[in-house]
C-alpha cells in the first residue's frame, strides 16, 4: 500500500481522561480509516488532571495491542488543521454525544474548513451506552469518592483511584 493510499484520520481532544465513549469511537473509526492518529491538544489555558506524558500513556494501555498497531498517539499546540497538514490527514474525527454537543462541534467544523478546505470533519454518534459520559464528569465524580467503573478503562480507573484516595467518612 503506497502512502497515498493510506487513509488517516485524526482522532483530536484532551483525553482528560480517556473514556469508554473515546474508546468506542477510536475502535470504530479503526474500521474505516487504515490509521487513526490520537491528538491530544494541548492549551496553555486549561489545567489539566493528567501530563500529556500521562494521557498517553493511559491511552495506550486502553487499546488492545491489535488496535494499538494502526494508532499514533501524539501531542500538538496550535491549529488542529495545521497539525493535519503535518501530518498527512485529510479527516477530523469528532464524537457526537447529545444535541448540544452539535452547534459547537458544528462550528468548529466549519472555520477548519474556512481555515483550510481540504481537510474534511466527520462526525461519529457515542454509542447509547456512553452518550452520558464525559471526561469531566468522569473527574468530578472521582474526585468526590465516586465510582468511575464501567465509564473508564481499567487502567484510568486505577489512576483516578491513585490521584482521589478513598475520604474517610466522618462520623
Given at each position: 500500500m503506497s502512502v497515498k493510499d493510506n487513509r488517516i484520520a485524526i482522532y483530536a481532544g484532551s483525553f482528560d481522561p480517556i473514556t469508554n465513549g473515546h474508546i468506542d469511537l477510536i475502535l470504530r473509526t479503526l474500521q474505516i480509516f487504515d490509521?487513526?492518529?490520537?491528538?491530544?491538544?494541548?492549551?496553555?489555558?486549561?489545567?489539566?488532571?493528567?501530563?500529556?506524558?500521562?494521557?498517553?500513556a493511559l491511552i495506550a494501555a486502553s487499546l488492545d495491542k491489535k488496535s494499538l498497531e494502526r494508532v499514533t498517539i501524539d501531542s500538538f499546540e496550535g491549529?488542529?488543521?495545521?497539525?493535519?497538514?503535518?501530518?498527512?490527514?485529510?479527516?477530523?474525527?469528532?464524537?457526537?454525544?447529545?444535541?448540544?454537543?452539535?452547534?459547537?462541534?458544528?462550528?468548529?467544523?466549519?472555520?477548519n474548513r474556512h481555515l483550510d478546505d481540504s481537510i474534511e470533519t466527520m462526525f461519529m454518534m457515542t454509542g447509547e451506552e456512553a452518550f452520558y459520559i464525559s471526561s469531566s464528569f468522569v473527574r468530578e465524580v472521582a474526585m468526590f469518592g465516586g465510582s468511575v467503573e464501567g465509564m473508564v478503562p481499567m487502567a484510568v480507573n486505577q489512576k483516578l483511584k491513585e490521584r482521589f484516595p478513598p475520604k474517610e467518612v466522618q462520623p
Open positions: 490509521r487513526v492518529i490520537i491528538a491530544l491538544a494541548v492549551n496553555p489555558r486549561k489545567t489539566p488532571l493528567f501530563s500529556v506524558p500521562e494521557r498517553q491549529l488542529l488543521v495545521q497539525y493535519a497538514n503535518r501530518v498527512g490527514a485529510k479527516v477530523l474525527i469528532r464524537g457526537l454525544r447529545a444535541i448540544s454537543d452539535f452547534e459547537f462541534e458544528f462550528q468548529m467544523a466549519n472555520m
